[in-house]
């Protein structure tokens, strides 16, 4: 089984400010810490829920930022008021008697590090280590700017502060690099649709990067894999059933637990497979949600803090396999007699508005071909549905099933292919994800390019089938017609590239490899790309190696870029050594590897280099003088 989850036990109760709750890692084995109000702290034992021990502070004194342990310091470190950081030993009982240090500056949050001292995040968007918080600090952020999200990670040779701010109505990722005695900021926007609403984010280190986990109210989770060097971008899933109120938690890179989602009109709690797009797992909330949920992993258990009351869940997750995963779908099965009529759900028991029942009527006539006969009439009907639903669009994403009947009729109508309707299905994400392969053969079947690039734009997860049908049908078009689409795309070429692929096809096929696939699934679906257009397209990937400073919006990364040319090579792997005609592409595919690997190995010694020089002509710190002082000066 890849993921599981137990049975809900209570593990706290009268959680007075869910704002300042946190479980956090303890000094003692089997143990977490628990900032359960921001008067009181509790370290309780995971496996009978009992308090082992209790502080608690004045009146006066408020807890701001939650309690950590720091195995570097061997103490328990928090926040008092905003600018008082105490820290106490874990034998230690009388909370009072904890040593306080003064900063100058508001502390936002201290963040544990298991090989260095704690690191402060202050409210201005400064950092320093725990050490140096009675030094003047200076940061970014103004007083309107807020600060959504921070944590510490720590990769194999970097240590990283990843901030997620919203300044100025604009959503930033903020990173704080320690490398040379120093912090190092970087800054980089977040693409996200207007006026969208941040619910949840959540980030786990990998080996040389962050990767960082953005969930959206409109269901969008986004995903920014941050390095020293860059920050890419990427929408992994659209999850249905997203609230205000729901929280998430990253696992791994491939799943997350996402506790106040709707599901089934159920509040739940599951495990998420972000490579799949699937709950693999999940369980009703203990309790309904009366405010805010938050959401703890830790030791093997989540703690899931629902109206006042922290629950706890043991928990399991593993590699999970596409037939894990169809394993977990339920299907509900009615015999044709009883299929329910097409049109808009209606949950009340009141009688059907007049409203609703047009809508149904007009379903009906969409799917009939008798009643739509020509292209004309069936756009007409289709519009006015959509304009029956514009103030509320989502209420169309209830009729999967119709969805998915004039889909099949848009692409299997023989008599005309309805553009404009696919492109506003697409537009308003309507389109079932088991259609998207039967889209993908009508386009290639009325060379439909301008459907193409709405369908990359709009559809997060493509089968990898399709995406490998789509790459040899661009491959094969009209230089022309694909500049034409392009352009309505809103892309406009410089003329100046020495590509081998025309502007408007690298635009497309840029897309297309900036696509999620798994590996095994697209080596399999690779095959059906012929020999000519597999030579055209590694050389166009070699060329994109040798041309990676392009300003080019649609550019992918470079690991983008290795990853298909290795499946594309592993699929053909037989064809290319074989014929002669493939000679002359690996031969310049082995020299642009070649000199990348030269290119990223100077970088060692140029490393070196600068931290020498930094340490050669650092500028000496001006030494605090007073009134009155004695130097003695040397003349030579």
């Not at 000094?27 to 209790?54: C, F, H, M, R, W």
């Not at 017609?481 to 070429?493: L, R, Y």
């Not at 002509?617 to 130097?631: D, L, Q, S, T």
Request: hydrophobic letters at 40%.
């Amino acid at each position: 089984m890849a993921a599981s989850i137990g049975e809900p036990v209570v593990f706290a109760d009268d959680i007075k400010d869910p704002s300042v709750l946190n479980v956090a890692t303890c000094g003692t084995e089997g143990s977490v810490i628990v900032t359960q109000n921001p008067n009181l702290i509790n370290i309780y034992k995971v496996e009978d829920q009992k308090a082992l021990q209790s502080w608690s502070t004045k009146h006066n004194e408020h807890i701001t930022s939650p309690v950590i342990w720091s195995e570097h310091n061997q103490k328990y470190v928090t926040v008092i008021n905003t600018k008082t950081v105490k820290t106490w030993g874990k034998d230690e009982q009388n909370f009072e008697k904890s040593s306080a240090k003064h900063a100058k500056c508001a502390i936002n949050r201290i963040l544990p590090s298991d090989t260095t001292e704690p690191v402060v995040l202050f409210n201005n968007g400064g950092v320093a280590f725990l050490g140096r918080i009675k030094d003047t600090q200076e940061g970014p952020l103004s007083d309107k700017d807020e600060i959504l999200f921070c944590d510490l990670m720590r990769m194999s040779s970097d240590l990283c502060v990843v901030c997620l701010l919203n300044q100025e109505g604009k959503l930033q990722l903020m990173s704080y690099w320690y490398r040379n005695d120093e912090w190092i900021r970087h800054t980089h926007p977040v693409e996200v649709a207007p006026n969208t609403q941040v619910v949840s984010c959540h980030a786990v280190p990998g080996r040389n990067n962050v990767e960082v986990f953005i969930l959206c109210l409109n269901g969008d989770l986004l995903c920014q894999n941050l390095s020293f060097d860059q920050c890419t971008s990427q929408i992994l899933q659209t999850i249905v059933g997203v609230t205000k109120t729901t929280s998430m938690v990253a696992l791994s890179s491939t799943h997350i637990v996402l506790a106040g989602c709707t599901k089934d009109n159920q509040d739940v709690i599951g495990i998420y497979d972000v490579k799949f797009g699937a709950f693999e797992v999940c369980k009703p909330l203990p309790a309904a949600k009366k405010s805010s949920i938050k959401l703890f992993a830790l030791h093997g258990h989540l703690f899931v803090l629902c109206h006042r009351t922290l629950h706890m869940f043991s928990y399991s997750c593993h590699p999970s396999s596409l037939s894990s995963i169809l394993g977990h779908q339920r299907v509900d099965v009615q015999p044709q007699t009883e299929t329910p009529p097409p049109g808009p759900l209606s949950w009340s028991k009141s009688k059907t508005s007049s409203s609703n029942t047009e809508a149904n009527k007009l379903y009906s006539e969409l799917q009939n071909i008798s009643m739509a006969k020509t292209q004309k009439e069936f756009e007409k009907k289709f519009l006015s549905i959509m304009k029956s639903h514009e103030s509320d669009a989502t209420g169309l994403l209830s009729e999967t099933t119709t969805m998915e009947q004039i889909v099949q009729r848009c692409v299997t109508d023989q008599k005309f292919w309805p553009h404009n309707v696919l492109d506003q299905l697409l537009v308003h994400r309507l389109v079932p994800n088991r259609c998207i392969k039967e889209i993908a053969e009508g386009i290639i079947r009325h060379e439909d390019v301008a459907l193409l690039l709405q369908c990359l734009n709009s559809v997060s997860d493509i089968p990898e089938e399709s995406l490998c049908s789509l790459i040899n049908f661009i491959l094969g078009v009209e230089d022309a017609k694909v500049a034409e689409a392009a352009k309505m795309d809103g892309f406009s070429g410089t003329g100046k590239s020495n590509s081998p692929l025309s502007e408007a096809k690298s635009h497309i096929v840029n897309k297309i490899v900036k696509k999620p696939y798994n590996d095994v699934f697209i080596i399999e679906c690779l095959h059906t790309i012929t020999f000519q257009n597999v030579l055209t397209l590694l050389e166009y990937l070699c060329y994109l190696i040798s041309n990676l400073d392009t300003q080019v919006s649609s550019m992918p990364d470079l690991a983008q870029i290795v990853s298909f040319i290795c499946v594309l090579i592993d699929a053909h792997y037989q064809q290319l050594v074989l014929s002669p005609d493939s000679q002359e592409v690996l031969i310049s595919l082995h020299r642009t590897v070649e000199g990348q690997r030269e290119y990223f190995a100077e970088f060692l010694t140029l490393d070196v280099l600068i931290s020498q020089m930094k340490r050669q002509f650092a500028i000496p710190r001006p030494r605090a003088v007073g009134k009155y002082c004695i130097e003695v000066l040397h003349v030579y």
